[in-house]
């Protein structure tokens, strides 16, 4: 069974940055890319962001392009969230996932996801 678990959220007003952080089990995990995703209150769940197994590729979501940055560090089993410039649209749950399938940005392509952490941005 794999164990994510993120940590790292908060409550910032808007124009305020938080680093979301998810910790991997174990090493083998590191091995596969990986993806954020975040749910707001009555939404589906939505796509923010994913990172390549190496760190080398990104993909982000429109409304996070230019604000938030995914990045890893795999010596120590962690992927990052870092998000700035938070807006009141931001305000979710987020869970990392290790990303089993081709497609980047759905759903069904990941896998073992974490609780999640919230975010509220307050305007």
């Known amino acids: 069974q794999v164990h994510l678990v993120e940590s790292g959220g908060g409550s910032v007003q808007a124009g305020g940055s938080l680093r979301l952080s998810c910790e991997l089990p174990?090493?083998?995990?590191?091995?596969?890319?990986m993806g954020w995703f975040r749910q707001a209150p009555g939404n589906e769940r939505d796509f923010v962001a994913s990172?390549?197994?190496?760190?080398?590729?990104?993909y982000y979501a429109d409304s996070v392009q230019g604000r938030f940055t995914i990045s890893r560090d795999n010596a120590k089993k962690m992927v990052y969230l870092q998000m700035n410039s938070l807006k009141s649209e931001d305000t979710a749950v987020y869970c990392c996932?290790?990303?089993?399938?081709?497609?980047?940005?759905?759903?069904?392509?990941?896998?073992?996801w974490g609780q999640g952490t919230q975010v509220s941005v307050s305007s």
């Open positions: 996932a290790v990303r089993v399938g081709r497609a980047v940005a759905q759903e069904r392509s990941y896998a073992y």
């Open positions: 174990d090493s083998t995990v590191t091995n596969f890319a």
């Open positions: 990172i390549s197994w190496k760190g080398g590729s990104t």
